[in-house]
């Protein structure tokens, strides 16, 4: 875990949301054809959707939140979805309580 990476890609608002509506995907997202989002994640569509954004501006965002691995993703077909890595999270709220 690298917390310069993490705190760069935790610091921008949209990102951030993004976090929290990975928390508790059923309530922040409709039922998808991939299955339970809790166990494959949520499609991008859905995240650009929500954000409002454009899809290059989410595909950024998540490769961002990917490679700090605040995020894993899981391709089925033609469609990814991504879903909370909470190892790493628990990692950065660790390395708060432990440095900060």
Known sequence: MDPIILFKALSNETRIQILEWLKDPEKHFPPQEGGDCNKIGV??????????????????????????????????????????????????????????
């Open 43 to 100: 499609c991008v569509s859905h995240i650009q959707e929500k954000a409002g954004l454009s899809q290059s501006t989410i595909s950024q965002y998540l490769l961002m939140l990917q490679r700090a691995g605040l995020l894993e993703a899981y391709r089925q077909g033609q469609w990814t979805y991504y879903k909370r890595n909470e190892k790493t999270l628990d990692e950065l709220l660790h390395f708060i309580k432990e440095h900060l």
